[in-house]
């Protein structure tokens, strides 16, 4: 009985594992045949660059959303048709805007991100000369503080203290 | 700058940043521009749904329109079809673009629904969805007498949705597209 029981949970546990191979199996993500490997590399690359506008942080090569599919069969009819890389990208970007692209051209709003880092790193380094100079500024001024007259109590008070002990 | 008035820099500053991050609240960031507005419906040539013929651009275009992507298998479609047959009650003007779809099974939908449509290009393949840029169904794009698109709408049409905000640009198609 007890045994009947643990051969039936173990064939539960077949079944059940059974079906999540066979979900993963589903889930991989279709090949096409191309004619020159050189289209192939290109196929990888433009879809690892082009977004998904469903899903919106994968890549097309990583969503299996139905418009990835899509994208994807659109992707390798272009390329077979010997479409230039650009061009294919102008097309996507003409259809979806320039979402789609990961890279987005430096043009329009994206041109400010692509100048951003620049500009920070300079305005950074222009406030940190300002500051430096003010710091100089203030020592020299300081340093030329003692008049003669000044200079010599120094040396008096110095000197006494070296009798004193 | 007097060293009184730069105390309030960090104050600012903060004050700055917290309108930024308050707005990126409201923000909605599935939101996408579609990338054809102002831009002409593309080009195709797809059968009818429920008659013989084939439709081409030149068939939709004319007067002010709505053209919503729809099929059977996608559940808000269902959700937003009374309102669309509430809409085309009312005298707006509903193309339907039937988006990967299985055509028997759009044509029951249309018969024990009712059809808000004046007429549904059948997209099987989704290739006039890939010329407009659809992603997922429902979506309707509203496109005014030269065919030109001026809006796209991605998600259920509801009544709050429609007075809030879509009626203005429907009613906005009416008038000439130079104005």
Known sequence: ?165 | MSSRLKLFVPLGLFVLLAVLLFRGLSLDPQALPSALIDKPLPGFKLPALRTQQTLSDADLVGEPALLNVWATWCISCRVEHPYLQRLADSGVLIYGINYKDDSVAARSWLDSLGDPYRASVVDAEGTLGLDLGVYGAPETYFIDGNGVIRYRHVGVIDERIWTGRLKAVYDALATPADS
């Open chain 1, 1 to 165: 009985m007890l045994v009947n029981s643990f051969k039936k949970s173990l064939q539960l546990i077949a079944l059940v594992l059974g079906f999540g191979g066979s979900l993963c199996a589903l889930a991989v993500i279709e090949t096409y045949e191309f004619s020159t490997p050189q289209l192939e590399v290109r196929y990888r690359a433009l879809s690892q660059e082009l977004r998904c506008p469903k899903c919106q942080n994968q890549n097309i090569a990583d969503s299996n959303a139905p418009i990835s599919q899509d994208l994807r069969a659109l992707l390798y009819e272009k390329l077979e048709e010997g479409a230039s890389d650009e061009a294919i990208l102008e097309d996507m970007v003409a259809r979806y805007g320039e979402f789609v692209r990961y890279r987005p051209a430096a043009q329009g709003a994206a041109l400010w991100l692509w100048l951003a880092p620049a500009l920070m790193l300079g305005a950074g380094f222009l406030l940190l000369i300002v500051l430096l100079r003010r710091g100089k500024g203030v020592s020299k001024a300081s340093e030329g503080a003692l008049t003669q007259e000044e200079r010599a109590r120094l040396d008096q008070m110095i000197n006494d203290k070296a009798d004193n002990s």
